[in-house]
């Protein structure tokens, strides 16, 4: 299926529900999908999950260790799964993975329409690998196996850092069939590195006369460079580089699906990487709720935002122009960031690196809790 296919399919796609007049039905139909970057059983069992679908559009969702960490400790929800699984022998990530599985399984048979109607381009829900695995391509790919089987849907993906060691990995299990969710990316050189790790998997298939549709997406972290830089810049750019890397990354996109070595791939049946803006909520309070979001309007990506950012997106919220495929003026911006003193490719790197260790920091932390509620729900002696 082609590029120009698939996106026509995805804006074609029955809509999965929502207000046509509400900001998230409106970026629907300009091409744009939109995630939830929370999963929790509340979320689950009230039907909030269901209602935002219905209501705001919604066609897929994200998760990760912090996101399932503040779950389990906030809620009573898990205690009587976290029990069934002690006296059952579970524990550690064998426990965390079952209940996490329980829930994304759940919300992926939500999604199953929306993937279905748009043939896997959309209505995924993501589960990430343990990062303590980063440094060992044949563990995480084994363990990112194990997931995905142990899920049995096919809307579900994998998500494997895109730091230079996640890259073997990456490559390895596109190669094997798992849908791949490359995630801490910060960069335009960091996104193309993840993109040819992506795409040499396509090609090992088509080589090896595999199917070569296997999907993936690629998470570019948004927010997070505008927050390195407060204090260090002049007003006048506060709140503009997560952007202007947004738009530098969204031109390599278009570069590479308009690469003759892509046409060759989507020539032989392959499917797209789409696009995926994360961290796009708002940390300046100063700044609009829903400022990434209409920055960030662009066809055939995907926006995965927090809760609060979602809600006050479909209350308030405003499409905006359609970001420009060719970047626009971003090099510009750039240049001036530059002149500020901000050195993009040393920051990146460092966001990278910080990010990378925070997923061991969060990783821990949810350990942590895992173990606790396993210690509270031990029989007395």
């Known amino acids: ?28 139909d300009l091409g744009q999908s939109i995630w939830l970057d929370n999963i929790t059983r509340d979320l ?130 596109i190669f094997a069939g798992i849908p791949v969710n490359v995630t801490l990316l910060f960069s335009r050189e960091q996104y193309v590195a993840a993109a040819e790790a992506w795409l040499r998997g396509i090609e090992r298939r088509i080589a090896s006369g595999l ?48 690469s003759a070595r892509w046409q060759r791939a989507a020539n032989a049946g392959a499917r797209a990487q789409r696009l995926l803006w994360a961290s796009t909520g708002t940390k300046d309070p100063k700044a609009s709720d829903t400022l990434y979001v209409k920055a960030l309007a662009a066809p055939f990506t995907v926006n995965t935002m927090p809760e609060g950012t979602l809600k006050a997106f479909g209350d308030h919220g405003e499409v905006g122009d359609v970001m420009p495929s060719d970047g626009g003026n971003v090099e510009a911006v750039l240049v001036d960031f530059a002149r500020a003193g901000i050195d993009i490719d040393a920051l990146a790197t460092g966001l990278q690196d910080v990010g990378a260790k925070a997923f061991v920091e969060s990783w821990t932390d949810l350990m942590s809790r895992i173990q606790a509620k396993s210690a509270a729900a031990q029989p007395a002696v």
């Open 44 to 173: 689950l069992e009230s039907g909030t999950l269901q209602r935002y679908i219905d209501e705001l559009s919604v066609t897929g969702l994200t998760s990760n260790p912090t996101i399932f960490d503040h779950a389990i400790s906030n809620s009573g929800t898990y205690d009587g799964p976290i029990r069934r699984g002690v006296r059952a022998g579970r524990s550690g990530e064998d426990l965390f993975f079952d209940l996490a599985l329980e829930d994304l399984t759940e919300a992926a048979d939500l999604f199953k329409p929306i993937f279905e109607r748009t043939g896997g381009v959309d209505g995924w829900v993501s589960l990430e690998v343990s990062p303590l695995l980063a440094h060992d391509t044949a563990s995480t790919l084994a363990a990112a196996k194990a997931l995905h089987d142990r899920a049995g849907r096919p809307n579900l993906f994998i998500k494997i850092p895109g730091t230079p060691e996640g890259l073997p990995a990456i490559e390895e299990a």
């Open 1 to 28: 299926m082609s590029t120009g296919t698939l996106m026509n399919k995805q804006r074609s796609g029955a809509r999965p529900g929502g207000d046509p007049m509400k900001a998230t039905g409106k970026l629907h």
């Open 211 to 258: 199917d070569p549709a296997v999907g993936s997406v690629a998470s570019v972290f948004i927010s997070r460079w505008d927050v390195a830089v407060v204090g260090k810049v002049p007003p006048a750019l506060s709140n503009r580089l997560g952007i202007a890397v947004g738009q530098r990354i969204y031109k390599a996109y278009h570069d590479l699906l308009g």
